[in-house]
Each structure stands twice: as C-alpha cells, then as structure tokens.
C-alpha cells in the first residue's frame, strides 16, 4: 500500500521515515525548484508536479490527485500547511477512494471556519472570547462594527491558521491598512477574504493541547505544548511541559480539547489551542486539523510516533495506547528558520555552500538541509527543526546551547544568531513569557555590549580577508565531495539517535 | 595593511599583517594573534584565537562588516586609508527605496506622479507565504516604479523612486 506525501521540506522526510518504518513505500511530489531536495531523493518514487509557485505546484489539487492515481498511491499524507486544512482537498481524496490522512472532510470544514468552531466551542461550554458575532467582508462592515469597540482588537482570516492573515489593531486609525493586508493575505492563503474580529489579550501564553482519535472512539489527549515564544503570529520556540502548567489546569484544557474532538466527530490527529491568561483563564482559539510542526516534542516526551499514529488510524486501526502516557522529561523546539536577524528577520534566499548539523545523545534534528540547497522565496523559511530532550528544562536548554554552537549554515543568513541570544535571556530561562515577550521584551540591541578591540581587530581581518577571497571561493568545489560523505554520516547517526531516543 | 574600524560610536585604528599561517592584527596598543584562518562558506569563516576554536558568520555591504560570534553580534563599518569617505546623499533630493528583502511584488499602490504621505503604503512584497507592506519613509512624489506587479525582487533591488515635497 503506497502512501502519498503532498508536501516537501522535513516534514516530508519525517513522514517518509514513518511509512517506512510501517513497511510502506512513499511517494514524493516536488516542484521545479525541488528537483534535488532530500524528500524526493529518499522517497521510493517521485513525481514532478510544476513549476517553484505553490499554486503551480503543492496547492494543485487535480496534479496531485492525478499522480497519486497514476502511481496507484493508496494513502494521501498532507502534511503541514499547503492542502492539510483544505476540506474540498479532503473531500476529493474520499471522492477517488484515496485515503486522507487527517479528518474528515466534514470535520476540517467545521472546524476550519474558526467562526464556527468558536460556536462549537461556546457549545461544548469551552470559555472563548468575546469577538464580532458576524464575519466581516469589508472594510466598510469593518468600520460599522469598530464604533463602539475597545482597542487592540485582532483582525483573524476567518479560514486562517499557521499565523497567516492576522493582524493587531492599535487603534482606529489602523484599522484600514491592517484590514486590506490580512484580507489579502487570507485570500492568498486561504482563498477566502473574510476576516472575524477578536480582542487582543496583551499579557496572555499561547498553550495548545494535543489529541488523538480512532474511528473507534478512543480519544487520547498528550499534553501541552507551551507557543509562546512568536515573532509575526509564528511559533519559534515550542517546550513542553510548559513552566506555567499546574496539573489541574492541564486536566482542565485537556477535557474542553477531547470535548470539542467528541462534538465535532473528529478521528485522526489535531491540536486544540488555547491562549492563557496570567491568573491561568484559559480561552479556545481555534483547532488545527494537521500535524502540527512542533509535534515532536510531544513524541519525545510521551514516546510516541504521532506520524505513524496518524497512518495506523487512517487504516482503520484503533490507537496504540487507549490511555494518556505517563509524561517524562521536557523536551524543547526551536525552528531554524532562513531569516535574516539583521535585517528585521525579513526572509533570506541564497545557496547553502557550507553546512555541519551537530549530533547529540539526546538531540534530534529535523531537517530539510543539504549542501548545495538553494533556498528560495516560494515557501515557508522553516529549514530545520532542532529538538532536545532531557530530565529537565536546564538540561535541555543546556543541549540546545551547544547543539547552536555546532550548527554552522553558510550561504544564507539564518535565526540561530538570534537563537543563542534568546536562550541566554533571564526571563526566558526563567520560563517567564508570554506572546508579546519577543516583540517588547526581548530586543537585541540591548544585549550590545561595549565595542572592544578584538572586536575591531576582527571586523578589519574579516572585511581583509572578504575582499581578497570574493572571486576564489567558487574553487571549493574539489572538496564537496568530501564534505557530502560526511553529512551523509552525519544523516544517519542523527536517524540512529532517534530511533534510541524512542525506544529509551 | 591599515584600517579604520568603527563600532557604534567608538573608533579604532587597525593594523594587519600577515606572519607566516598568522595574522598579527594590532589595535591600538593592543595585539592579537589568528590562526588556522579559514574560509568555510560565502559566509563563514573559522580561525584560532587563544587556542580556541571559534566561527564567525559574517555579512557585508561594501564597507559594513556585520558578524556573529558566539552570542555576539557585531556592526563595524571598516575603512582602509584609500577609500575615499562615505559618500554624502544628504543632498539628494530624491530617495530611491529598495527592497528589503527578496520575494514578489503583489501589489502597487501607487502610480508615477502620485503625491505620497509619510507612511503611506506603497508597494505589498509577499516571501515565504507572508505580505510585507514597504511604507513611504517620507513625504513626496513618486518620480519612477522599477518594478511591476508579480515580478520576483532580490534584497536591495530598486523598488521605488520618491522626490521629495517642495523641491523642483
């Protein structure tokens, strides 16, 4: 039974190491500007599906379909972003015969209108909180409803997800600008303008809770995970548990998320979030109805393969466990990302021509990286995903700190300058933030320190040996090979240390 | 060789030169000793100092040197003796606007002739799945629009040509 990966980068690879460890081939889809990408080296068969834009290529819903057909692919895996959230897709595959993993189309659509799913919550007597009772088309609704509205408020595509089509509101006098970029970027994104509006809670984490459901009515929740860390509505750095957790609170998030899986019949895997407050009132914000990028922590702390979860009860099988395992250690996420930290992480392209990974007892990289990648701007910057796990929040940040130290990307300007700062930071050390911490609490100017002269005797030898070496870096080329051998090493001892982490 | 090196507001004077493997660099009074000097990537650069191991990530923009060590993020600008001082645009009455970073243009909102305000939304760049407003920094009249809609820009590429109000 051929399983189908619509999507590309590591979660593509991290669903290829699923089926097979399940004994099933994949097949990978890629785009003109994937042809050497690692997901359709490993996979056992690839197809093109067009060209770089998503739309040409990992949006198109009739290629995809088409070549699973052709390839006879019995299984269709949608990874995250891209088609995971898209009913009509879901509905397509039920319609071919081909099995969807992820809900049913029925459930995505419910839960993807974050309108609905807001009232579904108010049913199932999930708080939520109080926002426009209509959804808003334009700008002139827009305009009625802010009357009489306290500021900030949130302006949330009403099909969104993945931080995509949102955007704070100060004060009226922004409503505008704000309105035109979130509508058109939910369009883009979601192929559906309307926006809803929420107020914005200043001091509040961003805490959601994971679930799995089978077809026969088991439902399991695993957990927390603590989000807060975000620059621009996208998760950085994902822990859990999370410092601020009691565990009445979590039984407590842990009922409303299986309450909401049970009212909306949903089966297979999701993720219900939740923002918290300060004095620890939690209110739903919406379900992601997809594996969600910062699963493996939860896999690492619960010892679980959420990915081959989701296969086995696409197939109709019942959970590998009908009761919430015992949780142990802490396991934290951060997300490498081709962003540019000196120029307000505006994204970064270019050609990786330099690149060591580092290897750790108990860390696990998840990662799309190769040598020789070029990283364009057609899709989302998230090149790695660096996971540590340890007996506590100090030993893991302790890994964290050194695997950062080893990791050494050249070519392309990534966050992990920015990574090294952040983990260093008291109040992050502390586990105190919330979803503003980045933005008003964190800036790196104040981590300058005094210029010293070592500085200065740096910076005229590095710009020295810049100048001199602009044209003959191209004759690197002799030691690539070299170089690859070895990164190839470096792939599978990372592979060999996960599977230890797993069965330890 | 000689530089001048400047790091916020301090300045240092900077000697280099090249011993055998290593290079002597003296700032001021005080001397330091790399070695094991290597370029790894386009930008990256490892080398010895102390006896410790160490990799700067670099970025540079004609005579801006920015780099990372360790948790350490450094801005110098560098100037050797020949280059002639940074060139003065205070006098120019126009401002071209570049783009910030590389990605498409999905919309423009403005035409050539058109009197902006300061702030004013100019031109809509979508990368990695995100919309990136760039903003008028000042007041003025758009006098050229390099680019059109759903062209791919690089960081840098000239976006947007604005004269500024109240000049000829």
Redesign the interface.
């Known amino acids: 039974m051929k399983l189908l990966i619509a999507n590309r980068g590591e979660i593509a690879l991290r669903i290829i190491r699923a089926a097979r460890k399940l004994g099933l081939p994949s097949i990978a889809v890629y785009s003109e500007a994937d042809k050497t990408a690692l997901h359709v080296q490993e996979a056992d068969e690839a197809y093109l599906l067009g060209p770089a834009p998503?739309a040409e290529s990992y949006l198109n819903q009739k290629k995809i379909l088409a070549i699973a057909k052709q390839a006879k692919a019995k299984l269709i895996h949608p990874g995250y972003?891209f088609l995971s959230e898209n009913a009509s897709f879901a509905k397509a595959c039920e319609k071919e015969k081909i099995t969807f993993i992820g809900p049913s189309s029925k459930t995505i659509s419910l839960l993807g209108n974050k309108f609905k799913a807001k009232q579904l919550a108010k049913k199932c007597k999930v708080p939520i909180l109080s926002d426009s009772s209509t959804e808003i088309k334009t700008i002139k609704e827009l305009h009625t409803y802010c009357k009489n509205i306290k500021f900030p408020i949130l302006l949330k595509a009403v099909d969104g997800g993945?931080g995509?089509g949102i955007r704070i509101v100060n004060k009226a006098s922004e409503t505008e600008?704000a309105f035109?970029?979130a509508s058109?970027?939910a369009q883009?994104?979601f192929n559906n303008p309307k926006i809803y509006i929420e107020p914005y809670l200043k001091k509040a984490r961003h805490i959601e809770i994971q679930v799995i459901a089978d077809t026969k009515g088991n439902i399991v929740p695993l957990g927390e995970r603590e989000c807060s860390i975000q620059r621009?509505f996208q998760k950085l750095i994902e822990e859990t548990p999370s410092p601020f957790m009691t565990a009445t609170l979590r039984s407590e998030m842990e009922k409303a998320a299986v309450a909401l899986f049970r009212a909306s019949n949903y089966v297979n895997a999701g993720t219900v979030e939740f923002l918290v407050d300060p004095k620890k009132n939690f209110f739903f914000l919406e379900v992601n109805t997809r594996l969600q990028v910062e699963h493996p922590i939860t896999e690492m702390v619960y010892n679980i393969d959420l990915v081959a979860e989701q296969i086995q009860i696409a197939l109709g099988k019942r959970l590998s466990i009908l009761k919430k395992p015992r949780a142990k250690g802490h396991a934290m996420e951060l997300r490498l990302c081709?962003e540019?930290?000196?120029?307000?992480f505006?994204?970064?392209?270019g050609t990786?021509?330099?690149l060591e990974e580092p290897v750790d007892k108990n860390l696990r990289l998840d990662s799309s990286l190769f040598l020789n990648m070029t990283v364009t701007?057609?899709?989302?910057?998230l090149l790695a995903k660096c996971i540590s796990w340890g007996k506590t929040r100090k030993e893991v940040l302790q890994q964290l700190k050194k695997a950062l130290?080893d990791f050494?990307?050249?070519?392309?300007?990534t966050n992990?300058?920015f990574f090294?700062?952040l983990l260093?930071h008291p109040s992050f050390k502390e586990g105190e933030v919330d979803t503003q911490f980045l933005d008003q609490v964190f800036t790196?100017k104040e981590?300058?320190?005094?210029?010293t002269?070592?500085?200065?005797?740096?910076?005229?030898?590095?710009?020295?040996?810049?100048k001199e070496?602009t044209t003959s870096?191209k004759d690197k080329e002799t030691k690539l090979t070299k170089w690859q051998t070895k990164n190839r090493v470096h792939n599978e001892l990372q592979s060999r240390n996960w599977k230890k982490a797993f069965s330890g | 060789?000689n530089?001048k090196?400047e790091?916020?507001k301090?300045r240092?004077p900077?000697k280099?030169e090249k011993s055998g493997q290593d290079?002597l660099?003296e700032?001021?009074k005080?001397r330091?000793t790399?070695s094991d000097?290597n370029?790894?990537?386009?930008?990256?650069?490892s080398f010895t100092h102390k006896k410790k191991k160490q990799?700067?990530?670099?970025?540079?923009d004609s005579?801006k040197?920015?780099?990372?060590?360790?948790?350490?993020?450094?801005?110098?600008s560098?100037f050797s003796p020949t280059f002639s001082k940074e060139k003065n645009n205070q006098q120019s009455k126009s401002i071209q606007i570049n783009s910030?970073?590389?990605?498409?243009v999905?919309?423009i909102n403005i035409k050539v002739g058109d009197q902006t305000e300061k702030g004013m939304?100019l031109i809509?760049l979508?990368?990695?799945?995100?919309?990136?407003?760039i903003v008028a920094p000042q007041s003025g009249i758009i006098t050229h629009i390099y680019v059109h809609e759903n062209q791919?820009v690089?960081?840098n590429t000239p976006l947007i040509e604005i004269k500024k109000s109240g000049d000829k």
């Open positions: 998503s972003g993945g995509k600008s035109k970029l058109s970027e883009t994104a621009r081709a540019d930290p000196d120029n307000n505006y994204p970064s392209t990786i021509d330099y701007h057609h899709y989302d910057s130290s050494h990307i050249s070519g392309i300007a992990i300058p090294k700062q260093s790196q981590k300058k320190e005094q210029a002269p070592f500085q200065a005797a740096l910076s005229a030898l590095l710009h020295h040996l810049k070496t870096f | 060789m530089y090196v790091i916020g301090k240092f900077v280099l290079w660099v700032v001021g005080e330091f790399f000097l370029q790894l990537g386009s930008s990256l650069f990799f700067a990530t670099t970025q540079f005579n040197c920015t780099y990372w060590i360790e948790n350490t993020q450094v801005n110098a560098v910030v970073m590389p990605g498409m999905k919309k939304s809509v979508e990368a990695m799945k995100m919309e990136n407003e791919s690089e960081t």
